[in-house]
């Protein structure tokens, strides 16, 4: 169904400078993706880390009360700590949690969509006290001549949902915290619903419950109500770990199309593909039953976190759609299909 570009990966960690000459990239993926005056404007979520002066040492940035970054400096035989996931380390007795790197979002930009200029410097970084552990995984839905951005913001309180406005990717209006912990993987539709604004979001519920797909509605999209669950994952297969949003709806004739993201129990990340009615975005008209992009390449199966594809973003056309993602949380590619040919595979397959 979808044909990756020739050219893949599109951005690397080896095409960003570091924002600041004591630190390296180690990814550059999970990018916001819009068409915006006949360019097309990525927003890359850019994971740094200070460069190891002891290899010995795990290092974890994060935004002080002051406001500096301040490093945690970790051995990895240190019994209090767990250190096997590399994007984190977590202090067991108070089970506070510190990531490996930090993130920041970039613009980037491209009149053909395939060669991007990525700037220096980032367009959002972590500020406030909520996004002490950095801010990841922009989205980017226009509304009207706005452009309106939420990503995940990280510190020790949790994975919240933040939201920006801007109307030339130059500047950025912040409209704080639109979703608390743990909430994460929001995307705004690009049309109102029955007069109101609307989004799916994915709650974490920890103990209990599932990590599944919800559906909500705001008259300002920064109050949001009215939640309900839309997709859950199943007790088996490519979507039995969790599922989440991915690159925010796309209207066609025939339904909302979500591509969205889901994971096994072995933290295998793959795409589906979600077809929802107009009027009510809670009523399921179709849905893939097996991933319509898997990790099969090396980039997508061998990285910094291996086994991943992962949308947040995607541009439309004429009747090719772009999917924009990143794999193994390290690069950023890009993968096209039909835009009819998917939508008819789609309706092929039973509602659930």
């Known amino acids: 169904m979808f044909t990756r570009h020739p050219l893949n990966p599109l951005i690397t960690p080896a095409h960003l400078r570091p924002s600041r000459p004591d630190y390296e990239v180690i990814g550059a993926f999970n990018a916001g993706a819009a068409l915006v005056h006949g360019e097309t404007i990525l927003l890359v979520r850019v994971a740094e880390r200070p460069i190891k002066s002891d290899p010995q040492w795990i290092v974890c940035p994060y935004l002080d009360a002051s406001g500096e970054i301040t490093l945690l400096r970790v051995h990895p035989d240190d019994s209090d700590y767990d250190t096997r996931d590399p994007r984190f ?15 920041h979002i970039r613009c980037a930009r491209s009149r053909d969509g395939v060669h991007f200029t990525i700037g220096d410097q980032p367009f959002l970084q972590a500020e406030t006290p909520y996004e002490a552990f950095g801010v990841e995984d922009a989205r980017i839905t226009p509304l009207g001549d706005e452009y309106y951005i939420n990503y995940s913001a990280v510190s020790s309180h949790g994975i919240a949902t933040g939201l920006a406005l801007t109307r030339d990717f130059q500047t950025a209006r912040r409209h ?35 990590y599944s797909i919800w559906y909500a509605t705001s008259p300002d999209l920064v109050r949001w109500g009215d939640h309900q669950v839309v997709v859950q994952g199943s007790r088996m297969g490519w979507d039995s770990g969790r599922v989440g949003g991915g690159a925010p709806p796309v209207w066609t ?11 096994d129990r072995t933290q295998r990340y793959c795409l589906g593909a979600l077809l929802t009615d107009h009027d009510d975005p809670t009523r399921v008209l179709a849905r893939s039953s097996t991933p319509i992009f898997a990790p099969e390449l090396p980039y997508e199966t ?11 973003g995607a541009t439309v056309i004429g009747d090719t759609l772009r999917l924009y993602y990143g794999a193994s949380d390290e690069t950023i590619a890009l993968a096209e299909a039909s835009l009819s040919e998917l939508l008819e595979t789609l309706r092929r397959e039973p509602a659930p």
């Open 89 to 103: 380390v977590r202090h067991l007795p108070s089970g506070n949690v510190f990531l490996t790197s930090m993130s």
């Open 176 to 210: 704080g915290i639109i979703f608390p912990p743990s909430n994460r993987d929001v995307a705004i539709f690009p049309r109102q619903v029955n007069g109101l604004y609307a989004c799916y979001h994915r709650p974490m519920p920890g103990d209990f419950g599932a």
């Open 253 to 263: 004739e025939h339904g909302w199309l979500s591509i969205y993201h889901a994971a």
């Open 302 to 312: 061998d990285g910094f976190f291996p086994n991943v594809v992962f949308t947040c």
